[in-house]
């Protein structure tokens, strides 16, 4: 009879799951004698219960420790977002101030005209609106583009998007950023898809690699910065290149760790790889360094719609 008990304390031991939230009954059926075996189920019982209470406890503590995680991740990428939107903030002037030389242009001829009392036909006024046209068209997509940007992607769905295009609308100010620096800035527009991403969240992970790009090349002679579209199979590739020193061998497995930087102080957070390879992960891509390369590399690498 004592091994017979015995057994049933030791079956229940060994099914016990110690990382349950629920609180279980382990011996249903109760003993009636009042002896150390009863003594000991009751004693596992207790155990299991506060066991449970305490998982239930952690696991509480665990989703406020991960929801505030979270949050500080979202901050930090505004941050980033805001702070990368200011550094543009040149040539986003100098992208606007151009259409907006066309539009006053061409309303000032108008004008001009219709003042001196000059008879102007209508292919000569059809010419001047459609340019007229054209520029407000540019002015709206610089805005929109901004506000791709700036914008919060917690609540963004996956999309599917041309590649090209998409590449293209990102890149706009980076031309001005790039040629104010000195940095030699070339895009290969080699290959072209429909990508299954998060337009917004996608833009923001390519800002956030170039302007790392742009630091890198910062210190050396020869400044350029390349960005390849290429057919990876399954998926769509951007590659971005650049002259910069390179990531030592002892810093590769570390670059993306969260609040890892080779940056100076004051100048980086180490949370900008870590988000975007995460991002990128969630989209059901990735984002690597390419460790065979002779440059400096990173591949986003992008799910085919």
């Known amino acids: 009879m004592i091994t017979n008990d015995l057994v049933k304390v030791s079956n229940v031991l060994k099914n016990l799951n110690l990382t349950s939230t629920e609180e279980k009954t382990l011996f249903p059926q109760k003993r009636k004698a009042d002896d150390e075996i009863t003594t000991l189920q009751n004693q596992l019982e207790a155990m299991s219960r506060r066991l ?50 066309i539009i006053k242009g061409n309303i000032h001829a108008m004008g001009k005209r219709l003042k001196s009392g000059n008879e102007i036909n209508e292919e000569q006024f059809i010419q001047s609106f459609q340019k007229v046209d054209v520029a407000i068209d540019r002015i709206t997509k610089i805005i929109r583009n901004m506000k791709k940007i700036s914008r919060d992607t917690s609540e963004e769905v996956l999309n599917n998007i041309q590649l090209e295009e998409l590449v293209k609308d990102t890149l706009e100010y980076y031309k001005e950023k790039f040629r104010k620096n000195d940095v030699q800035f070339q895009v290969f527009y080699n290959y072209d898809c429909l990508v299954n991403v998060r337009e917004v969240e996608l833009c923001q992970v390519l800002i956030n690699i170039l302007n790392n790009a742009n630091d890198a090349v910062s210190t050396v002679p020869k400044k350029w910065i390349n960005v390849h579209l290429e057919d990876g199979g399954d998926f769509a590739l951007i590659k971005v290149s650049d002259s910069g020193p390179g990531v030592s061998s002892e810093n590769i497995e570390k670059i993306f760790n969260p609040f890892y930087t080779t940056k100076e102080v004051g100048k980086g957070t180490g949370l900008g790889l870590s988000i975007s390879k995460d991002a990128m992960e969630q989209m059901g891509g990735d984002l690597s360094l390419e460790t065979d390369s002779e440059v400096t590399s990173f591949t986003l690498k992008l799910k085919k719609a």
């Open 52 to 101: 449970a209470n305490i998982n239930k406890e952690n696991k509480e503590l665990l989703e406020v420790a991960n929801a505030e995680k979270l949050l500080q991740e979202s901050k930090a990428l505004n941050a980033a977002r805001l702070a990368s939107l200011g550094e543009m903030a040149a040539g986003i002037a100098h992208e606007i101030n151009n259409p907006l030389t």
